[in-house]
T-cell receptor, first 114, second 113 residues
Framework: EAGVAQSPRYKIIEKRQSVAFWCNPI?????LYWYQQILGQGPKLLIQ????????DSQLPKDRFSAERLKGVDSTLKIQPAKLEDSAVYLC????????????FGPGTRLTVL | AQKVTQAQTEISVVEKEDVTLDCVYE???????LFWYKQPPSGELVFLIR??????QNEISGRYSWNFQKSTSSFNFTITASQVVDSAVYFC??????????FGAGTTVTVRA
């Protein structure tokens, strides 16, 4: 079974530029998550989708971050414009629809904002 | 408020020693799930174990064991006979009724040969 795919793996941009990340979850997983992991910290949820609807985006900085999940499968996360403090690893995860089910994480995208 | 607290920032042991990682959580839900994840240097988070709030029986799976105590809101994790490949950051996480995970800050485990 294929895992969660993410691209790119690494991205370096200058502040005020824009960037987009892509995620393809495990087939059949209705719930998709984007987490932000700043160096030395645990992952923090940015946005949670169930199918193509947003369940929780309370921690998403909506003035600069946006995300979508078209057709309830792939998802993209965009930052525009980027700030220095956005430097982090962006992790995509998917799970079945149950709190008991573990998240399956992708390899992450390491973003460096200069 | 922090829902999951991992007080240990770093632990260093010599190979074959046991390692116990502490985790304290906070929730008002009666049904919840607790997880341990491993993040090796490659960066990908790997699921290790899960426990639900109704099952306080402690278990052993290979070299991993866990101690879940609702009375103290703790979910500690032990690696027995540690190996160099166990070197990683270990995260405790809580899932409540909304499925998302609340992670602790992580404990870096270094196993020296």
């Amino acid at each position: 079974e294929a895992g969660v795919a993410q691209s790119p793996r690494y991205k370096i941009i200058e502040k005020r530029q824009s960037v987009a990340f892509w995620c393809n979850p495990i087939s059949g997983h209705a719930t998709l998550y984007w987490y932000q992991q700043i160096l030395g910290q645990g992952p923090k949820l940015l946005i949670q989708f169930q199918n193509n609807g947003v369940v929780d985006d309370s921690q998403l900085p909506k003035d600069r971050f946006s995300a979508e999940r078209l057709k309830g499968v792939d998802s993209t996360l965009k930052i525009q414009p980027a700030k220095l403090e956005d430097s982090a690893v962006y992790l995509c995860a998917s799970s079945l629809d149950d709190a008991a089910n573990e998240h399956f994480f992708g390899p992450g995208t390491r973003l460096t904002v200069l | 408020a922090q829902k999951v607290t991992q007080a240990q920032t770093e632990i260093s042991v010599v190979e074959k020693e046991d390692v116990t990682l502490d985790c304290v959580y906070e929730t008002r839900d009666t049904t919840y799930y607790l997880f341990w994840y491993k993040q090796p240097p490659s960066g990908e988070l790997v699921f290790l174990i899960r426990r639900n709030s109704f099952d306080e029986q402690n278990e052993i799976s290979g070299r991993y064991s866990w101690n879940f105590q609702k009375s103290t809101s703790s979910f500690n994790f032990t690696i027995t006979a540690s190996q160099v490949v166990d070197s990683a950051v270990y995260f405790c996480a809580l899932s409540e009724n909304d499925y998302k995970l609340s992670f602790g800050a992580g404990t870096t485990v270094t196993v020296r040969a």
